[in-house]
């Protein structure tokens, strides 16, 4: 890559990462600081506080990257990380579940990935596109991993206030890279009617779409019961991070190579559909083996290695296969389903643990692995990248 592609990619991977940061932070703490709160005894509206910034950037998704057609990408990306500073605020100064909710759809609001997906498009060349959406999709699974780790700590340090006065600091450290660092955004051609019913006609795209929206409704529903999993099992809130740190290392070990092995053997196919299984496979044990310490650890620890897996090859194959003349809208229909989920997941998964059972959250996560998994085993492989044949002397 060139030095401004390398100098794009990265900081489009840290706006990326700055914002989702601060989302996914009250992840692993929010369930157990909700009874705290007036309200916070239902498991629904702890499930809605946990997913409503999805619903608003499922509604306004692919409004922004309309908009960031029209306008420009950057104008649209910094409209956006300004109303996520301001639900942040929102959140913060927030005294009851209803309070934090609120904050949460105006987190929300700034829905901001298809245009900077967009402007990552825009600012690379075909042959390193794949490794620019790589570095994005990593970067997700990166502060995931991160923020499981961090967010107990952070927790009992400057509690759940804390933690959304720091989401707003990180968000407006976000702008900062935007206007300072991100390179100057080309021109974007308008493009030609009817993109959007080419992206929904495209079944391998559809499934791709249908992929990221269960693997995030997945995320946000585990996170429903896993905090309060691991007090039962008798670990204290401020010491999760003693599981999922080494959770986190390992499965970045095994990331890796798997990653390696997909861009570089051309063994994508192969390794996301291990992913799935290895998805499908953790709810089935979280099912069966139930809230002990151990065997939550390990589930943890395989469960991160799936989903880092697919937070980076995901992004790599939609830029493989999308249209040229239909990527924005490819990118915001992608992004839309992936809001669609983190949504609903918090939301589904805190009405069946509240009125079916913990076991029904976990069953039903399964079968959704399954059923993406089944999809997924009817993709064709993505193209092979084109390597450029040095020129002979």
């Known amino acids: 890559m060139s030095p401004a592609e390398r100098r794009a990619g990265i900081s489009l991977a840290a706006i990326f990462a700055l914002r989702m940061l601060g989302l996914f932070l009250i992840l692993p703490v929010f369930a157990v600081h909700a009874h705290q709160l007036p309200g ?5 509206m702890v499930g809605l506080a946990i997913g409503a910034y999805g619903f608003t950037q499922a509604c306004l998704q692919i409004a922004f990257g309309a908009a960031s057609d029209r ?3 950057k104008p649209v990306i910094l409209f956006g990380l300004v109303l996520f500073v301001l639900g942040s605020v929102v959140a913060a100064l927030a005294s009851d579940i209803g309070g934090i909710i609120t904050g949460r759809v105006l987190q929300g609001a700034g829905a901001i ?10 600012l690379t060349r075909d042959q390193h596109r794949t490794k620019v959406m790589a570095m994005i999709g990593s970067s997700i699974g990166l502060v995931f991993a991160g923020s499981m780790v961090a967010a107990p700590l952070l927790y009992a340090g400057v509690g759940m206030s804390g933690i959304f006065w720091l989401t707003a600091a990180l968000a407006a450290g976000a702008i900062g890279v935007l206007l300072w660092v991100v390179p100057v955004a080309p021109q974007v051609p308008r493009a030609n009617g009817g993109r959007f019913i080419d992206v929904l006609r495209d079944g391998q795209l559809m499934r791709l779409n249908f992929g990221v929206f269960a693997l995030h409704l997945i995320q946000t529903t585990m996170w429903v019961l896993v905090p309060s999993g691991l007090v039962a099992g008798g670990l204290a809130l401020e010491a999760h ?3 999922y740190l080494p959770a986190v290392l390992v499965s970045f070990v095994v990331m890796v190579p798997a990653v390696i092995m997909a861009e570089r053997r051309n063994r994508m196919k192969v390794v996301f559909n291990t992913a799935v299984l290895l998805l499908a496979l953790v709810q089935l044990g979280i ?3 139930g809230d002990g310490l151990v065997p939550l650890a390990v589930m943890l620890t395989l469960f991160f290695i799936a989903f880092n897996v697919l937070e980076a090859t995901q992004p790599s194959w939609i830029s493989r296969v999308a249209p040229p003349h239909a990527k924005g809208t490819a990118l915001g229909v992608y992004n839309t389903l992936q809001s669609i989920g983190l949504f609903l997941g918090g939301v589904l998964g805190g009405w069946l643990a509240q009125h079916v059972g913990r076991g029904a959250v976990s069953l039903s996560c399964a079968a959704l692995a399954l059923a993406w998994l089944a999809l997924a085993a009817t993709m064709n492989p993505p193209p092979v990248r084109a390597v450029p044949v040095p020129a002979r002397g």
């Open 40 to 44: 916070g005894q239902d498991l629904t």
């Open 71 to 73: 306008f420009g990408r």
């Open 113 to 122: 990935s298809a245009a900077v997906t967009a402007l990552a498009a825009d």
């Open 241 to 243: 991070w003693k599981v």
């Open 287 to 289: 099912y069966l083996l």
